[in-house]
């Protein structure tokens, strides 16, 4: 026997409503009395009533769906912010599509062509180097209020963003490091011209400077949060004459290479050479030595970021006051002891 799927005519005499005040609850909850909209809550539950979204989606000329925007999906950062992105939108009547630009580079068009092509609603973008000029063909279309950046950003673009207060992090670091008696404090930075990038290091130099260390140029480092820069940046402590006895590094995955690299060059971490990551990555708990790092809440920033734009799809007229920094915290682990004398 073939079970009779559910209407919202159903759901209506259920309610002892108008077919009109279902479909209020179901687009507009808040435009409808708690009372009514209990009673009709109930009767979709007791009926077994489901939204054909397809078809809803097509009536309201909305795609129901939106981008995610990833650097690199191999990296092990992103896989709490998805985690989080994924908790935001459950529950909601979007799903969610992932692309990872470093793969598939954006064209200064492509962005907007998701939405020209009516293929997304909004999205959310982890990458802080997509063009200026990709930014301003979607602002010439009307698509810069359904587009959130999340933990890096494009500076000089007026759009929202959810990040984590990075410059605190980085002085948080340097005083950790600081109060261990540490004095020569090196530092390994992300990529040239990345926005988290400078924000660390800015945060590091004002901290340095405040704390009266020595800001030698030879400390500071580049790198580019990966593995590889972390091995590099290890050759080149290990070459110099005055080492020094801490570095703080601007991703967890610089950390761990460089920690490698210097034990296998034959040094101790911690009691020949602190190191502080940025980030807690799941690894960091469970490398050798286990890493002392700046937490960023990834799951919490990615849920954010979620609703986020949810709120700015549901009201896109809206004026929304600039969304604060998320605060990190450092955690204490192995990897950091006193400063040997």
């Known amino acids: ?30 435009r409808v009395a708690p009372r009514t ?91 802080g180097g997509i063009s ?19 933990c890096e950003w ?27 008696g540490h004095r020569k404090i090196a530092h390994v930075t992300g990529p040239e011209g990345n926005v988290l990038t400078s924000a660390r290091r800015d945060g590091m130099m004002a901290e340095r400077t405040r704390l009266g260390l020595p800001a030698r140029s030879e400390l500071i480092v580049r790198g580019d949060f990966s593995l590889e820069s972390g091995h590099a940046a290890a050759e080149r402590i290990l070459g110099m004459k005055d080492r020094p006895t801490a570095v703080f590094c601007a991703a967890d995955m610089v950390a761990f290479g460089l920690m490698a690299r210097l034990q296998a060059a034959g040094l101790n971490v911690p009691r020949d050479i602190s190191v502080v990551g940025f980030d807690d990555i799941e690894m960091s708990e469970y490398y050798v030595p286990a890493l002392t790092t700046i937490r960023q809440n990834r799951q919490y920033l990615g849920r954010r970021a979620a609703e986020l734009l949810i709120d700015r799809l549901a009201r896109p007229d809206d004026q929304f006051d600039a969304e604060p920094l998320t605060p990190v915290e450092l955690v204490v682990r192995d990897s950091t002891g006193p400063a040997p004398r």
Do not use: W
């Open 37 to 127: 909209r209990e009673a009709v809550e109930e009767a979709i539950r007791e009926t077994g009533y489901r939204v054909n979204l397809a078809a809803r989606n097509l009536r309201m000329q909305r795609a129901g769906s939106v981008l995610v925007l990833v650097p690199n999906l191999g990296k092990p950062f992103y896989s709490g912010i998805l985690a989080g992105i994924s908790e935001g939108f459950a529950g909601s009547e979007y799903s969610v599509l992932i692309t990872d630009t470093e793969s598939n580079p954006l064209q200064p068009e492509s962005l907007a062509g998701y939405f020209l092509d009516g293929r997304i609603d909004g999205a959310i973008c982890l990458d």
């Open 154 to 180: 494009v500076d000089g673009e007026d759009y929202p963003i959810v990040a984590s207060d990075n410059a605190d992090g980085a002085r948080l670091a340097m005083r950790h490091l600081h109060s261990l």
């Open 132 to 150: 200026p000029e990709s930014l301003a063909f979607c602002a010439r279309r009307g698509f810069d209020k359904r587009i959130v950046f999340l």
């Open 1 to 30: 026997m073939i079970q009779k799927t559910a209407t919202i005519q159903d759901v209506a005499r259920a309610a002892r409503v108008s077919t009109a005040t279902v479909s209020r609850v179901l687009s507009a909850p808040n």
